[in-house]
Nanobody
Framework: VQLQASGGGLVQAGGSLRLSCAGS????????VAWFRQAPGKEREFVTLISPAATIYAASVKGRFTTSRDNAKNTVDLQMNSLKPEDTAVYYC?????????????????WGQGTLVTVSS
């Protein structure tokens, strides 16, 4: 599976951005696809995942971010609303079939290249 993330950019606090993760392969719809983010000087953290078994959000983004997938297009999108400066990070999409509910980055064996989201105050 190959992943390509896109959609990052610069936005003011309170604004919105939509990220997209395009995957390859006929079985992509069976994968768990997650978004992680890494801010400068911080560890990579879980944001959200979507799989045939579950949709899970980190507490810090619940109610503001929404993940969705289009199996016909092999894409997973992340709609980010009410953005805050603390959402500034490089966002990565990742995929796995090892577990359909895991929020642990080490369980994901396929990663996109990352896309930068900068939220100004």
């Amino acid at each position: 599976v190959q992943l390509q993330a896109s959609g990052g950019g610069l936005v003011q606090a309170g604004g919105s951005l939509r990220l997209s993760c395009a995957g390859s392969g006929r079985t992509f719809s069976s994968y768990a696809v997650a978004w992680f983010r890494q801010a400068p000087g911080k560890e990579r953290e879980f944001v959200t995942l979507i799989s045939p078994a579950a949709t899970i959000y980190a507490a810090s983004v619940k109610g503001r971010f929404t993940t969705s997938r289009d199996n016909a297009k092999n894409t997973v999108d992340l709609q980010m609303n009410s953005l805050k400066p603390e959402d500034t990070a490089v966002y990565y999409c990742a995929a796995t079939v090892r577990s359909l509910r895991t929020t642990t980055s080490t369980a994901y064996n396929y990663w996109g290249q990352g896309t930068l989201v900068t939220v100004s105050s």
